[in-house]
């Protein structure tokens, strides 16, 4: 039996995106988070220019600061409160980091990225 579409594509899909940040969302240990943290601790002090905006859901900002890595001394390191409306991050979104560590039946925010242009 085939499944329908599990993202509504009405609820992510971005009308007038302003494409401006690395993204990465849901900052807990099984979404990537140490990988994450590594590239972030890397940009910031290689590439500060590139914005990298960490959108909390399950995982929080108290998980970002208990990863081992002084990530707050990065300007470039942004952080946007868990939303209902994904669009408020797809919109600002202009790569999607998708380093997750565990097999997923369907990385819904690699496909909610996709559906929004976004690498």
């Not at 900002?61 to 081992?68: H, N, S, V």
């Not at 669009?87 to 496909?111: D, I, K, N, Y």
């Amino acid at each position: 039996t085939a499944l329908p579409n599990l993202v509504d594509l009405g609820r992510v899909r971005v009308d007038r995106p302003d494409p401006r940040f690395l993204t990465f969302v849901n900052p807990c240990p099984d979404k990537g988070l140490y990988p994450f943290a590594r590239i972030a601790d890397e940009l910031g002090r290689r590439r500060p220019e590139i914005p990298l905006l960490v959108v909390e859901s399950r995982g929080t900002r108290r998980d970002l600061d208990a990863c081992g890595l002084d990530l707050r001394r990065h300007p470039n390191i942004h952080l946007m409160p868990r939303t209902p409306d994904p669009r408020e991050f797809w919109g600002l979104t202009r790569v999607c980091l998708v380093p997750s560590v565990v097999r997923e039946s369907q990385g819904l925010v690699a496909v909610e990225a996709m559906a929004n242009g976004r690498r």
